[in-house]
């Protein structure tokens, strides 16, 4: 089970706008930034969002993402095909020596 | 272009050992640190193992600590996952990713290669 909660499924119709929530406990998501990664499987993982609202360069404005307490948003605006995929939120635990990677459950994005 | 190509998966049995290797291209390898992240079949994405640019610092998962070792080269810009005594449950596509540097300690992947996949299975 995840430390960090998300809908199993979210869909709407091309063109339309879809948001995915991300929510956990204070020392996962309040005290930490967010970033979230779109995965279509057999593919590499892809960065969408990080820092909580920043956009890698190449990654359209359709994609925002926004935090508030414990729960972040991922936003997706002019919904097309193409960005059916997994999508996952996930902080950073800076208690390893490394660090780790913690991630959502992720949430399967469909185009209707 | 930033290239991170993964090698090395393939089908074993349990408690037989395999490795990983991630061959990074496109920027200054030895500037990352890297990491190791998982996918089983039908779950969603678990970090695995973290190894610092200098490989002062390396950590894992509990569920692999003891088990596995992460190493890197950074003259050959490689990085490696040694896994020992693998079980049905470590089946899963295996990916290398990197961390930017200077994040402080509130990181993210900023780049990931397209993954080995893993079976583990008599």
């Known amino acids: 089970q995840s430390v960090l909660t998300q809908p199993p499924s979210v869909s709407a119709a091309p063109g339309q706008k879809v948001t995915i929530s991300c929510s956990g406990s204070s020392s996962k998501i309040e005290n930490n930034n967010v970033a979230w990664y779109q995965h279509v499987p057999g593919t590499a993982p892809k960065l969408l969002i990080y820092?909580?609202?920043k956009r890698p360069s190449g990654i359209p404005d359709r994609f925002s993402g926004s935090k508030t307490g414990t729960s972040a948003t991922l936003g997706i605006t002019g919904l097309q095909t193409g960005d059916e995929a997994d999508y996952y939120c996930?902080?950073?635990?800076?208690?390893?020596?490394?660090?780790?990677?913690?991630f959502g459950g992720g949430t399967k994005l469909t185009v209707l | 272009e930033v290239q991170l190509v993964e090698s090395g998966g393939g089908l074993v049995q349990p408690d037989w050992s395999l490795r990983l290797s991630c061959t990074a291209s496109g920027f200054t390898f030895g500037d990352y640190d890297m990491h190791w992240v998982r996918q089983a079949p039908g779950k969603g994405l678990e970090w695995v193992s973290g190894?610092?640019?200098?490989?002062?610092?390396?950590g894992y998962a509990d569920s692999v600590r003891g088990r596995f070792i992460t190493y890197r080269d950074n003259v050959k810009n490689t990085l490696y996952l040694q896994m020992n005594y693998l079980r049905a449950q470590d089946t899963a596509v295996y990916y290398c990713t990197r961390v930017p540097p200077y994040c402080h300690g509130d990181c993210y992947f900023d780049s990931w290669g397209q993954g080995t996949p893993v079976t583990v299975s008599s």
């Open positions: 820092d909580n609202n």
């Open positions: 996930g902080t950073w635990d800076s208690s390893l020596s490394a660090g780790q990677g913690v």
């Open positions: 190894v610092s640019w200098n490989e002062g610092n390396v």
